[in-house]
């Protein structure tokens, strides 16, 4: 009965390779977020999607491509991984006019 | 940047309550605070949150001053399960996005 869900929990990969990690929600939930903690953990937020709408979009190149299937599914694509892509990746939702967010365990993403 | 300045770390005894202030003196009338916490490299855990009147629930206390300057997370009986990094956010109303500071990093003491 896991609220939100991600997968896979580790990934390793080389330089220049393209992945896929994907985010479920069971809440319910309208609005999806991805966040990105990077070595200095740092969290920042990266995208949001309502009802499959993208309406937060941060300065973040362009190789990272959310996608939203459906209300419950919030999914990042990255393309031509960099060194600097290193880092760990929270997936959130929260319901419409409530905007408190529940995070996922999160996906510790290793380039190298 | 950030709204929000906290401690980079304090200590409290088991049992004892534990106090983490955080101080947000630009907030505007329609900001919210927020108070989240993350144990280890877990997801980012909601504690609380309010706008101008203090809250309780069955986690923490959540007192903010009367001019919202500055607010303080409690924590009444700290376990050592509390050790973590938590993180006062302020939020506008009607914005979805959160804004994470550097957080305090909380170290409850057997």
């Known amino acids: 009965d896991t609220a939100v869900s991600q997968t896979p929990k580790y990934l390793v990969t080389q330089m220049g390779n393209d992945k896929s990690i994907k985010c479920e929600q069971n809440l319910g939930h309208d609005t999806m977020y991805w966040y990105k903690q990077d070595s200095k953990k740092f969290l920042k937020i990266m995208f949001s999607y309502n009802n499959k709408e993208l309406i937060i979009n941060e300065t973040v190149p362009n190789r990272f491509s959310p996608k939203s299937p459906d209300k419950a599914h919030l999914n990042l694509h990255i393309n031509s991984l960099e060194l600097g892509d290193s880092a760990v990746y929270f997936c959130?939702?929260?319901?419409?006019?409530?905007?408190?967010?529940?995070f996922g365990p999160g996906t510790r993403l290793t380039v190298l | 940047d950030a709204k929000t300045t906290q401690p980079t770390s304090m200590d409290c005894a088991e049992g004892r309550a534990a106090n983490l202030p955080c101080n947000h003196s630009?907030?505007?009338?329609?900001?919210?605070v927020y108070w989240y916490r993350q144990i280890h490299s877990q997801g980012p855990q909601y504690i609380i949150h309010?706008?101008?009147n203090n809250e309780t629930n069955e986690m923490a206390s959540l007192i903010i001053t009367e001019d919202r300057k500055s607010s303080t997370l409690i924590l009444p009986h700290a376990t050592l399960r509390d050790t973590a990094v938590y993180y006062c956010?302020?939020?506008?109303?009607?914005?979805?996005?959160?804004?994470f500071g550097t957080g305090t990093r909380l170290k409850v003491l057997a």
């Open positions: 959130a939702s929260s319901q419409e006019s409530q905007y408190t967010q529940y």
């Open positions: 956010i302020v939020r506008a109303s009607g914005t979805y996005k959160y804004i």
């Open positions: 630009t907030i505007s009338g329609n900001e919210y």
């Open positions: 309010g706008l101008k």
